[in-house]
């Protein structure tokens, strides 16, 4: 498991952050097509694929899978750079890391300039505490 250093948990926050607005922009659009989907379906209730015809959902629901396969793409690809997703809305990153000879979790959320803060691997992001000054 690759461990961060501080500055290289800062250093690669820029792309991460575009990474995570991408998948929050992603799952945005995924849930409206899904509910105009099921607004659809509740339209169109006496649709049957006995009752012949195209399926009028196909399309729609073909879009939504291949969305549901890019958001599990864009959720590993967070892992693929040793970090933790543990949130999408709002952000929460959490970067492997040794803090104070102790393994810990540096940990930033969204609206945050940098990384600043970390916590220990079970004590979750209650347990966050400022960074020691190096």
Known sequence: MR???VQEANELLPELKRDLHRLQTLLDEYEEQKVELQRRKN???SYTPESGGMDPFFEVEGRLDFMRLEVQLMVDNFERKG???KM???GLI???AIVDGEDAL???KEGEERASHYHGWHDGFRGRK???ED
């Open 3 to 5: 461990r961060f250093t």
């Open 43 to 45: 339209t169109l209730a």
């Open 83 to 85: 970090v933790l997703l």
């Open 88 to 90: 999408v809305q709002p």
């Open 94 to 96: 959490d970067f492997p």
């Open 106 to 108: 540096i940990c930033w």
């Open 130 to 132: 400022p960074l020691p």
